[in-house]
């Protein structure tokens, strides 16, 4: 039992178990944890923006059905889903501002293409009774909701990871450990509700 106990492997291992809940005691997993939750919010916005990019073709190709001379604006919202497709950001490239305005304008140009686009649908009301056009419009009613909840829990999870980076204790683990984690950025809610889509079921007779 003496010669196991003095082995360095054992030792180390040792060292290890006694030292593990310290570190966690003292906010030492606080950063790394609020870091994933981050990433992981994320990952979920991506996931509604992509879903919303997946209704645009088939919404495009009712509206043209009915109104087809409405070139400009059909147009207009297919080069937006094109720019905002381009435009993606992997989780772990999160922390280039650059990357992520492009990002949210994107996104925010394509949101106010589409809410052109379905304030067209006033002017036809066989496109406004369509049942196709109608699903279409709850599934994007749904997507726009969807996604306002993405942005406000990757909004909220973003404050909790930046917070940690510049309040104790987890500041001292930021300065001399994790030296590499920089704050993250978050939406500009003003802007991206300035360009949401309208979708309107109250007028559809």
Request: net charge neutral; aromatic share 8%.
């Given at each position: 039992?003496?010669?196991?106990?003095?082995?360095p492997a054992f030792r180390a291992v040792l060292l290890l178990l006694l030292v593990a809940p310290l570190l966690s005691a003292c906010g030492f997993n606080t950063i790394p944890t609020a870091e994933e939750r981050a990433r992981a919010a994320w990952s979920e916005v991506l996931n509604q923006y992509q879903r919303r990019a997946d209704l645009i073709p088939n919404l495009v190709e009712t509206v043209k059905g009915f109104a087809a001379q409405e070139?400009?604006?059909?147009?207009?919202v297919v080069e937006a889903r094109a720019k905002a497709t381009?435009?993606?950001?992997?989780?772990?490239?999160?922390?280039?501002?650059?990357?992520?305005?492009?990002?949210?304008?994107g996104q925010a140009a394509l949101g106010g293409a589409l809410a052109r686009l379905l304030a067209v649908s006033e002017a036809y009301p066989d496109l406004k009774s369509n049942q196709n056009f109608l699903a279409l419009q709850a599934q994007l009613e749904g997507t726009e909701n969807r996604i306002a909840v993405a942005r406000r829990d990757y909004i909220e999870a973003v404050r909790i990871y930046?917070?940690?980076?510049k309040t104790l204790p987890s500041l001292l683990w930021a300065k001399f450990w994790f030296t590499d984690n920089a704050p993250l950025p978050v939406f500009t809610i003003e802007e991206e509700k300035k360009d949401a889509p309208k979708v309107d079921f109250n007028n559809n007779g």
């Amino acid at each position: 039992m003496t010669a196991i106990l003095r082995q360095p492997a054992f030792r180390a291992v040792l060292l290890l178990l006694l030292v593990a809940p310290l570190l966690s005691a003292c906010g030492f997993n606080t950063i790394p944890t609020a870091e994933e939750r981050a990433r992981a919010a994320w990952s979920e916005v991506l996931n509604q923006y992509q879903r919303r990019a997946d209704l645009i073709p088939n919404l495009v190709e009712t509206v043209k059905g009915f109104a087809a001379q409405e070139k400009e604006v059909l147009t207009a919202v297919v080069e937006a889903r094109a720019k905002a497709t381009q435009v993606q950001i992997p989780a772990e490239a999160l922390a280039d501002p650059e990357k992520f305005k492009a990002f949210q304008e994107g996104q925010a140009a394509l949101g106010g293409a589409l809410a052109r686009l379905l304030a067209v649908s006033e002017a036809y009301p066989d496109l406004k009774s369509n049942q196709n056009f109608l699903a279409l419009q709850a599934q994007l009613e749904g997507t726009e909701n969807r996604i306002a909840v993405a942005r406000r829990d990757y909004i909220e999870a973003v404050r909790i990871y930046n917070t940690a980076l510049k309040t104790l204790p987890s500041l001292l683990w930021a300065k001399f450990w994790f030296t590499d984690n920089a704050p993250l950025p978050v939406f500009t809610i003003e802007e991206e509700k300035k360009d949401a889509p309208k979708v309107d079921f109250n007028n559809n007779g």
